[in-house]
């Protein structure tokens, strides 16, 4: 968590400097500054743009082959953060079209999801029946089941919109920042 909160500081200054700096560099010729934002660009990395919370329900059972008595089962629930976003370092000077003073379209790769994250403070077990002759469920096989649950999320997210409100708040974050560099109209789309 700790980490987290430190990336999004970071995130924020970076943000700050890159807005201080890009007001501070106003000039006439737009060709010429143009090598500096796309640098900045760069340098923001990647660029988590949304960032979703899920509730995930994760449940087991034991099949009964001959050798094993009694079943045993589990039901539990975790909270997933999952984070989304641009990889600004993909983006180069290929991405940029200046057309006359004021429109500039910029190409950047599609969305991505960066992380998800299962903190182990949301994770509860809910039920959970085991057999009078069966072993109660591992560390190990209780960590199985929480890769399972990850990978199963990873493949919801694009039907999430997670993706698309990603890209979305991308738009927003570049038009905005080309806007303080001076161009007036500013268009966006994914490759």
């Known amino acids: 968590m700790y980490l987290f909160y430190l990336s999004k500081t970071c995130l924020l200054i970076l943000l700050i400097a890159l807005l201080l700096f890009a007001s501070a560099c106003r000039q006439k010729e737009k060709e010429r500054d143009l090598p500096a934002t796309i640098l900045a660009i760069q340098q923001t990395g990647k660029l988590a743009t949304a960032e979703y919370t899920l509730t995930k329900i994760i449940r087991a059972s034991d099949d009964q082959t001959w050798y094993k008595i009694g079943d045993r089962k589990i039901l539990m629930h975790c909270e997933a953060h999952l984070k989304a976003g641009i990889d600004l370092q993909q983006v180069s000077r290929n991405n940029f079209e200046v057309e006359g003073d004021s429109l500039i379209t910029v190409t950047l790769p599609h969305a991505q999801l960066f992380s998800i994250a299962i ?52 738009v927003t974050y570049i038009q905005h920042l080309l806007q303080q560099v001076g161009y007036k109209h500013v268009s966006v789309i994914f490759e």
């Open 119 to 170: 903190p182990p403070n949301k994770i509860q077990v809910a039920y959970q029946d085991i057999g009078l002759l069966r072993d109660p469920f591992s560390a190990a096989e209780r960590e199985q089941l929480l890769a399972q649950a990850e990978q199963q999320i990873r493949k919801l997210a694009t039907s999430l919109g997670i993706l698309q409100t990603a890209e979305t708040n991308a």
